[in-house]
């Protein structure tokens, strides 16, 4: 099943679901919205993706045509042939302007500045630069420059000649080539409102990867792939990296002859169910199915849901295995020690900063300090643990062991029934408790 771009419409529509700040705002004027911040909300702030360039030399070469031209064509590593003004300082269209008058105003203003002309006689165009060039003239009286009926903009936070870093903010700043088409980013970022900044498409679509592809060639294919649509280019020569991102894009050719696009080495897909931009309804799917942060990396939640054949809905690991409690810690620290927590090893993290929420299991997750300085995982107060006997993802033989360990339900309440087998503990009078 081919996916079905979403139009500029619907990604404008989808923005409240992303939560971009500013967005909304923008198209009314920008008001209101901290244009400063800008960049580093929308590229992962503390360190997720900030504005990483795609190549070790991410600025664009100053043309050297000798002209003094309003606007010129300049070459940059990452982006190929952009505009850029007179100085080789890189220009951007915004699409709420929808090729017309802009709607840029106030604070957008302030991070995005106008190329403004003093008046229409004044323009020109470098030998490389095709687009039509025109005027629009803003609220204040100014023209401003447009290619092909975009208004042209500086960003901010290009610090230097050739700076690029204002591609794919919002997933609505974008560079234009000389012939005035907009050179959208195959994959950029976005903030959603509760997994973070994540990876999408130019059009605001989450992107997910699957982990049966072990960071190598799709295994999703027929069922598969019409539930998860890959992401692809007609060649690798077509992908365009995002400033918001610092995933490594590359391809991978999948059974058909198609380039499925990659980040961080793993494929990309796109999920069905989800009907509009900065939906990501298939984040956590059956434990294989997460998007990814602007480093490509996999955002896997610490504790996840899994149904089980008997049990229900009950709390897992990102991976699916099945995560107990255990009565005697009576929703405190941890008692579980030695020997017992040999048979029932403990769910850890290395700080209660790397704790990652589920988007299906609704409890409240935090960490007690164990004997040993880590830091133990707990849901609802409990402190979360393994089954050693459990082999596979969706294995619970842990419940009602001992009549102490049980299973969770996603808001945390405990599962108390379906007595499971003793532990060595207990069958063979070893004296190591009650569990």
């Not at 993706?49 to 050297?64: A, I, L, N, Q, V």
């Not at 020109?124 to 447009?146: F, H, I, K, P």
């Not at 294989?288 to 490509?296: A, C, I, K, N, S």
Request: proline share 7%.
């Amino acid at each position: 099943m081919a996916h079905e771009p979403i139009n500029r419409r619907r990604l404008l529509k989808g923005a409240g679901a992303l939560g971009v700040s500013g967005l909304a705002t923008s198209m009314a004027g920008c008001s209101g919205q901290d244009p400063s911040n800008q960049a580093p909300d929308a590229s992962g702030g503390d360190g997720d993706g900030g504005t990483p360039s795609p190549t070790e030399d991410p600025t664009t070469e100053p043309p050297d045509d000798g002209s003094d031209a309003t606007v010129k064509a300049a070459s940059n590593p990452a982006y190929g042939d952009v505009l850029v003004d007179t100085d080789g300082n890189s220009l951007y269209m915004f699409d709420p302007d929808e090729q017309g008058a802009s709607t840029c105003y106030d604070d957008c203003a302030s991070a995005w500045p106008p190329l403004t002309v003093e008046s229409e006689d004044a323009l020109s165009a470098g030998s490389d630069v095709t687009a039509d060039l025109g005027t629009t003239e803003r609220d204040d009286g100014s023209l401003q420059v447009t290619a092909d009926g975009w208004p042209l903009y500086y960003f901010a936070r290009d610090e230097e000649t050739g700076d690029v870093n204002g591609q794919g903010v919002f997933n609505v700043w974008w560079v234009l080539r000389p012939d005035g088409s907009v050179a959208r980013s195959t994959v950029s970022a976005a903030e959603h409102e509760t997994l973070g900044n994540v990876l999408t498409d130019a059009d605001g679509n989450v992107l997910y990867m699957f982990a049966p592809d072990e960071m190598g060639a799709s295994t999703c294919y027929d069922g598969c792939a019409e539930a998860w649509p890959p992401l692809t280019v007609e060649s690798a020569e077509d992908l365009l990296p995002a400033a918001t991102t610092s995933a490594d894009l590359g391809t991978t050719e999948r059974d058909d002859g198609s380039h499925q696009v990659t980040a961080g080495g793993w494929p990309l897909y796109y999920f069905a169910n989800d009907e509009e931009a900065g939906q990501a309804s298939g984040q956590e799917v059956l434990n294989v199915w997460f998007v990814l942060r602007p480093d490509g990396s996999p955002l896997k939640p610490t504790v996840s849901v899994r149904e089980l054949d008997d049990l229900g809905q009950v709390l897992t690991d990102a991976d699916g295995m099945t995560l107990y409690m255990f009565d005697p810690d009576e929703q405190g620290p941890s008692t579980c020690y030695d020997g017992c927590a040999e048979a029932w090893p403990p769910l850890t993290v290395e700080s209660a900063d790397a704790l990652v929420d589920s988007v299906v299991a609704d409890v409240e997750l935090g960490t007690t300090e164990r004997d040993d300085g880590s830091l133990q995982v707990t849901a609802a107060d409990w402190p979360l643990y393994y089954f050693a006997s459990d082999e596979t993802p969706g294995d619970a033989n842990g419940q009602g062991v001992n009549d102490v360990w049980w299973v969770l339900r996603p808001d945390g309440t405990v599962v108390r029934g379906a007595m499971g087998t003793p532990t060595p503990s207990q069958s063979d009078g070893g004296g190591g408790g009650s569990y």
